[in-house]
């Protein structure tokens, strides 16, 4: 037993001790969400449909997007009944370094409809897919392709039936950004699907 004023002695470092602990909790939080806080509309970079835009010592061009329905997929590919596969052919003219190219191929793509919703390139259910399609899962130079110039990457995307291409955008960012950039915190690209809006 406790002896008598304990609590009324103690209660000054009982509440320091849960402040602190909540802090310890929810300031890591904070953090990451400061670090991570990406897509920023300050931060985009609008690109015309068509157009080259420039980002992160490279050149980037969205040439277009091609919705694949399930017959045009490999039997063993199981999508859900709702589900097609979107490929995005994203055209990318690194700047040539003192070391080679700037590298570009960790790109983190994201396909946004108008209504809000977002999708990720190259889901877990796409990568073997992917793979044997020769589509690319980040934005590296494929292999055997020339080492100098323009490259095309196919990143393949899972979108619901309902997504009307015309209402895609495409997001483009680097992580981590190339040493010799000098990009802004959370700058990206906002590129426009030809065709689209």
Not at 149 to 173: I, M, S, W
Request: proline content about 10%; charged content about 25%.
């Amino acid at each position: 037993m406790t002896a008598p004023g304990w609590w009324r002695r103690q209660w000054p470092w009982l509440l320091g001790a849960a402040v602190l602990a909540a802090g310890a909790v929810v300031g890591p939080h904070l953090d990451r969400k400061r670090e991570f806080r990406t897509r920023d509309a300050d931060a985009a970079r609008a690109v015309p449909a068509g157009a080259w835009g420039r980002y992160a010592g490279a050149e980037w061009r969205l040439r277009g997007l091609a919705i694949q329905d399930q017959t045009v997929l490999p039997r063993e590919l199981l999508l859900p009944g709702n589900a097609r596969v979107a490929v995005v052919e994203l055209e990318i003219r690194p700047d040539q370094t003192t070391t080679g190219e700037s590298n570009v191929a960790r790109c983190s793509l994201l396909l946004r409809d108008d209504r809000g919703r977002s999708w990720r390139f190259a889901p877990e259910a796409l990568t073997t897919y992917s793979r044997r399609a020769g589509h690319a899962l980040d934005c590296a130079r494929p292999r055997g392709s020339p080492d100098r110039g323009p490259y095309t990457a196919r990143l393949p995307f899972l979108l619901p039936d309902d997504v009307r291409p015309k209402d895609l955008r495409l997001e483009l960012q680097l992580f981590p950004l190339p040493p010799e950039d000098v990009e802004p915190a959370g700058a990206y690209l906002d590129m426009a699907l030809p065709g689209g809006r």
